[in-house]
């Protein structure tokens, strides 16, 4: 199935300052398998790309092969191994390193996602 839209048009203008960062893109996702375990996710994407659209057009059709489909962009931001940000927002040291290692992965493989299931609509948000 291919994507129908994306979220982040008009905003191809956000790049990558340097090679090593990665967009990391959050979005909620719903399955297409209506016996699937949980009614939706949030899938946390990392993805090496220039600019954010181009990152979010392969973290959605990443998603679709695996069968979910997108239906709002959370947010995103741009991090790399050097990144300090983390630290400023009260992470734990293991935190970091877990997100740090799903860096290392996008700059390997170009992509890399977490998915967080939710079980009911009440714990969407």
Not at 64 to 91: C, H, I, N
Request: include cysteine; glycine fraction near 4%; aromatic fraction near 14%.
């Amino acid at each position: 199935m291919e994507p129908q839209r994306y979220f982040a048009e008009g905003m191809d203008e956000v790049r990558r300052s340097v090679p090593d960062q990665v967009f990391s893109i959050i979005f909620d996702v719903r399955p297409f398998d209506e016996s699937a375990d949980c009614v939706g996710a949030f899938a946390l994407c990392w993805i090496s790309a220039d600019t954010l659209l181009e990152a979010e057009r392969i973290a959605v059709a990443r998603l679709f092969d695996d069968g979910w489909r997108p239906v709002r962009f959370e947010e995103y931001r741009l991090v790399s191994a050097d990144s300090d940000k983390y630290g400023e927002e009260g992470y734990t040291a293991e935190e970091i390193d877990s997100v740090l290692a799903n860096v290392a992965m996008a700059q390997k493989d170009g992509y890399y996602s977490v998915l967080y299931k939710y079980s009911s609509e009440d714990e969407e948000h």
